[in-house]
């Protein structure tokens, strides 16, 4: 039985701040719930989240189990920044094997309901087994309890919210929970907190409602410590003053929300249309940041601990509710050919109540109507709806039927890559390692299509955010179209946005501050003597870590670092981009040089460096170390 | 010469969405003369003759940063976009 924060205190144990000191170990199969604490030098080399993450997984979970298994685990964590005063604290993950890629995958969510986890006594919870019934979960100040979740299974994501907040009797509870989607192991189901906020990537929802977990909700009273008060308030003073003097994050963000990018990337050129077939999408600005802003919407919405406020409240004629966001009306508008704004929110609001990824959705509503198209799709399995280019209430229906997976639904809850192998077009599929793209064209942003083929989770813009430096300019300018320097850019952002997928702090931190402004919070919150050297290491232990998790998993290396072929051979047909393919092998070789990898994984060398000589044993008892 | 300006975000409010402009001139001019002649713009996105920090400038969907900056060589029909710095996911 491990020892509580105040009999540690008690016993003179100088405790790292920022932790709240346990995490909760839920096992769903025998129904038992235990308090564990990790080692702090454990806490030390991860520090929380997305690091802790990949972590517990390669220390519990063995890569080659089947995602659905009750021998997954989904680790929910915040990072010991959580819940504190730094600015855009407001933040939690979860960590699992994807049922979508088969690899290790976090997927980071923003709202009130991580700093609730942790002002409820806990910095993680450790979710594994499965339930033979329904159940869900209730922390609330250092206590919990497993709770029968009969009633709200086959609810919404609103319902079952509104419901446990009635049973339980108190409005502040806050609730993370599946929908319809989730339980109906929808591959790219995700988790939705807070009605409206989504750890949305990869299927998270999928592999809880897999354990028969409806909800977690959390309520609670308590407060992380600071180690370094002085320290930790002259550190936050720093990153606010950066962030507010900021233009992105003080200016356009809080204004327009991050759909104010629609006509940004669509004016560069990039902004995918019909699956990838071009990028540009000549009436985008009716369903950009600026059109929302001036006709749907209500009010903005900031996270827990948030002074840029980027998140929407919308109403149109049909429904409202929180966003859309840039990807969301980028998946469900060009993605689709479609410019219906009611449309592209009526779907948005359904995929927050049934628990979808919007990204993946409308993605592959957009494959779906490719196949069509192209003649590849029966017919009957439609059932009188046509998915044409620009049908607004074809992606409305079609987001119901992959939640219940009826009918066409239940081939589009497989994902972009299965959907397109079953119909026998393969090369349809825009995703990488199983997980369809999202909201650029690389063939006009070269360091992007990197930063998409080495992501260590599939499809993702926000492993490397290369759309910042290519397009926006921040931190700097770079040329978009050339490919010398892109690596190393690359590498920089993987590393630091590992760091901050960790800490955890939103991303949109970066647009005005970077490493070096972080690392006084996080020696300040936890007392560990934090240098800038030491959190860029971290960084690449993280990336390398899950790169070896995934080589595991199943044999992950230079063939999965690629591209759709559309994108590596078929010049974009028109626009500022015209002309251009995705010359991928140049920066890929200049990037495994600057990794220290060869042909995608990890040297011995290399992961000796970062401390992870039982990793580098692992692989080559496998024969998976490169020589 | 007809020249289209674009403009977006913060910029909207102060200068609409769209200008098309009918200039009087036979041969290319600069980014620079062209926006001139919209009243205050330039002031507006430049300092010290150059472009201010993340302020972003395209021809035909071409950032000026990698062409001449605003001596870049306008063309009939050419469309130019204005944008503030903004950023997103």
Same mark, same amino acid.
């Given at each position: 039985?491990?020892?509580?924060?105040?009999?540690?205190?008690?016993?003179?144990?100088?405790?790292?701040?920022?932790?709240?000191?346990?995490?909760?170990?839920? =096992?769903?199969?025998?129904?038992?719930?235990?308090?564990?604490?990790?080692?702090?030098?454990?806490?030390?080399?991860?520090?929380?989240?997305?690091?802790?993450?990949?972590?517990?997984?390669?220390?519990?979970?063995?890569?080659?189990?089947?995602?659905?298994?009750?021998? =997954?685990?989904?680790?929910?964590?915040?990072?010991?920044?959580?819940?504190?005063?730094?600015?855009?604290?407001?933040?939690?993950?979860?960590?699992?094997?994807?049922?979508?890629?088969?690899?290790?995958?976090?997927?980071?969510?923003?709202?009130?309901?991580?700093?609730?986890?942790?002002?409820?006594?806990?910095?993680?919870?450790?979710?594994? #087994? +499965?339930?033979?019934?329904?159940?869900?979960?209730?922390?609330? @100040?250092?206590?919990?309890?497993?709770?029968?979740?009969?009633?709200?299974?086959?609810?919404?994501?609103?319902?079952?919210? @509104?419901?446990?907040?009635?049973?339980?009797?108190?409005?502040?509870?806050?609730?993370?929970?599946?929908?319809?989607? #989730?339980? &109906?192991?929808?591959?790219?189901?995700?988790?939705?907190?807070?009605?409206?906020?989504?750890?949305?990537?990869?299927?998270?929802?999928?592999?809880?409602?897999?354990?028969?977990?409806?909800?977690?909700?959390?309520?609670?009273?308590?407060?992380?410590?600071?180690?370094?008060?002085?320290?930790?308030?002259?550190?936050?003073?720093?990153?606010?003053?950066?962030?507010?003097?900021?233009?992105?994050?003080?200016?356009?963000?809080?204004?327009? #929300?991050?759909?104010?990018?629609?006509?940004?990337?669509?004016?560069?050129?990039?902004?995918?249309?019909?699956?990838?077939?071009?990028?540009?999408?000549?009436?985008?600005?009716?369903?950009?940041?600026?059109?929302? +802003?001036?006709?749907?919407?209500?009010?903005?919405?900031?996270?827990?601990?948030?002074?840029?406020?980027?998140?929407?409240?919308?109403?149109?004629?049909?429904?409202?509710?929180?966003?859309?966001?840039?990807?969301?009306?980028? +998946?469900?508008?060009?993605?689709?050919?479609?410019?219906?704004?009611?449309?592209?929110?009526?779907? =948005?609001?359904?995929?927050?109540?049934?628990?979808?990824?919007?990204?993946?959705?409308?993605?592959?509503?957009?494959?779906?109507?490719?196949?069509?198209?192209?003649?590849?799709?029966?017919?009957?399995?439609?059932?009188?709806?046509?998915?044409?280019?620009?049908?607004?209430?074809?992606?409305?229906?079609?987001?119901?039927?992959?939640?219940?997976?009826?009918?066409?639904?239940?081939?589009?809850?497989?994902?972009?890559?299965?959907?397109?192998?079953?119909?026998?077009?393969?090369?349809?599929?825009?995703?990488?390692?199983?997980?369809?793209?999202?909201?650029?064209?690389?063939?006009?942003?070269?360091?992007?299509?990197? #930063?998409?083929?080495?992501? &260590?989770?599939?499809?993702?813009?926000?492993?490397?955010?290369?759309?910042?430096?290519?397009?926006?300019?921040?931190?700097?300018?770079? @040329?978009?179209?050339?490919?010398?320097?892109?690596?190393?850019?690359?590498?920089?952002?993987?590393?630091?946005?590992?760091?901050?997928?960790?800490?955890?702090?939103?991303?949109?931190?970066?647009?005005?501050?970077?490493?070096?402004?972080?690392?006084?919070?996080?020696?300040?919150?936890?007392?560990? @003597?934090?240098?800038? =050297?030491?959190?860029?290491?971290?960084?690449?232990?993280?990336?390398?870590?899950?790169?070896?998790?995934?080589?595991?998993?199943?044999?992950?290396?230079?063939?999965?670092?690629?591209?759709?072929?559309?994108?590596?051979?078929?010049?974009?047909?028109?626009?500022?981009?015209?002309?251009?393919?995705?010359?991928?092998?140049?920066?890929?070789?200049?990037?495994?040089?600057?990794?220290?990898?060869?042909?995608?994984?990890?040297?011995?060398?290399?992961?000796?460096?970062?401390?992870?000589?039982?990793?580098?044993?692992?692989?080559?008892?496998?024969?998976?170390?490169?020589? | 010469?007809?020249?289209?300006?674009?403009?977006?975000?913060?910029?909207?409010?102060?200068?609409?969405?769209?200008?098309?402009?009918?200039?009087?001139?036979?041969?290319?001019?600069?980014?620079?003369?062209?926006?001139?002649?919209?009243?205050?713009?330039?002031?507006?996105?430049?300092?010290?003759?150059?472009?201010?920090?993340?302020?972003?400038?395209?021809?035909?969907?071409?950032?000026?940063?990698?062409?001449?900056?605003?001596?870049?060589?306008?063309?009939?029909?050419?469309?130019?976009?204005?944008?503030?710095?903004?950023?997103?996911?």
């Amino acid at each position: 039985m491990s020892k509580s924060i105040i009999e540690r205190f008690v016993e003179g144990e100088i405790l790292p701040g920022g932790y709240m000191g346990k995490f909760l170990r839920v =096992n769903l199969t025998d129904g038992t719930l235990r308090d564990e604490t990790l080692p702090d030098e454990v806490l030390r080399n991860w520090i929380g989240g997305r690091g802790l993450g990949v972590y517990l997984m390669l220390k519990e979970v063995d890569p080659k189990v089947d995602p659905f298994s009750p021998d =997954n685990k989904l680790f929910i964590l915040t990072g010991p920044l959580t819940g504190t005063a730094a600015p855009e604290s407001g933040r939690w993950c979860s960590v699992t094997k994807s049922p979508l890629t088969g690899t290790i995958h976090d997927s980071q969510s923003g709202g009130k309901w991580g700093p609730e986890l942790k002002f409820a006594g806990y910095d993680g919870i450790i979710i594994e #087994g +499965a339930s033979e019934k329904p159940v869900y979960l209730w922390i609330h @100040d250092g206590k919990a309890e497993i709770r029968d979740a009969k009633h709200l299974w086959g609810k919404d994501t609103h319902a079952t919210t @509104d419901m446990i907040i009635e049973e339980l009797g108190d409005k502040n509870i806050k609730v993370m929970c599946i929908g319809p989607a #989730g339980e &109906n192991l929808v591959r790219f189901a995700c988790l939705i907190n807070d009605k409206g906020r989504a750890a949305g990537r990869g299927g998270h929802g999928a592999v809880m409602g897999s354990k028969k977990l409806k909800a977690i909700a959390v309520r609670g009273t308590m407060k992380p410590a600071i180690a370094d008060e002085d320290r930790f308030r002259e550190a936050v003073k720093v990153n606010v003053d950066k962030l507010k003097k900021s233009p992105v994050t003080g200016e356009a963000l809080p204004k327009y #929300g991050t759909a104010v990018l629609v006509n940004i990337i669509n004016k560069h050129g990039i902004l995918p249309t019909r699956n990838f077939q071009t990028g540009v999408h000549p009436t985008a600005d009716k369903y950009s940041g600026e059109t929302i +802003a001036e006709k749907i919407l209500v009010r903005r919405v900031p996270c827990w601990g948030c002074i840029i406020a980027c998140g929407r409240y919308t109403k149109v004629a049909v429904g409202e509710g929180d966003g859309p966001e840039y990807e969301t009306v980028w +998946a469900f508008g060009a993605q689709t050919g479609t410019d219906d704004l009611t449309a592209i929110c009526k779907a =948005n609001y359904l995929c927050n109540e049934l628990g979808l990824d919007t990204i993946s959705m409308g993605h592959v509503i957009g494959t779906l109507m490719e196949l069509y198209e192209k003649g590849k799709v029966p017919i009957e399995k439609l059932r009188g709806l046509e998915p044409k280019w620009g049908n607004g209430e074809a992606i409305v229906e079609l987001t119901w039927r992959t939640a219940y997976r009826s009918g066409i639904g239940d081939d589009l809850a497989e994902g972009a890559k299965r959907l397109a192998e079953k119909y026998g077009a393969p090369e349809v599929a825009m995703v990488v390692r199983g997980q369809e793209l999202p909201a650029y064209d690389p063939r006009g942003a070269q360091g992007h299509g990197l #930063g998409y083929a080495t992501s &260590n989770r599939g499809g993702c813009h926000l492993r490397a955010y290369m759309i910042a430096p290519e397009v926006l300019g921040v931190p700097q300018l770079v @040329d978009r179209f050339e490919v010398k320097g892109k690596a190393e850019l690359v590498k920089t952002f993987q590393d630091g946005f590992a760091v901050i997928d960790s800490l955890i702090l939103c991303k949109f931190n970066t647009f005005a501050t970077w490493v070096e402004d972080w690392v006084g919070m996080l020696a300040g919150a936890t007392g560990f @003597d934090y240098s800038v =050297n030491d959190l860029n290491t971290i960084g690449e232990r993280i990336w390398n870590a899950e790169r070896v998790f995934n080589i595991l998993a199943f044999g992950d290396g230079r063939q999965y670092d690629t591209l759709p072929r559309r994108l590596l051979v078929e010049p974009m047909p028109e626009g500022p981009a015209r002309g251009y393919t995705v010359k991928l092998s140049e920066m890929l070789n200049e990037y495994y040089k600057l990794r220290g990898w060869i042909d995608g994984r990890p040297t011995r060398a290399k992961l000796e460096e970062l401390g992870l000589k039982e990793l580098a044993d692992r692989l080559e008892r496998e024969g998976l170390l490169p020589s | 010469m007809r020249v289209v300006i674009e403009f977006f975000a913060t910029l909207r409010d102060k200068y609409g969405r769209r200008i098309d402009l009918n200039l009087n001139v036979n041969e290319p001019v600069s980014v620079r003369e062209v926006l001139s002649h919209v009243e205050g713009l330039l002031d507006e996105i430049t300092e010290n003759g150059r472009l201010k920090e993340m302020y972003k400038v395209l021809v035909n969907g071409l950032n000026i940063e990698f062409l001449k900056g605003l001596d870049t060589e306008v063309n009939d029909g050419d469309e130019i976009c204005v944008f503030p710095p903004a950023g997103g996911g």
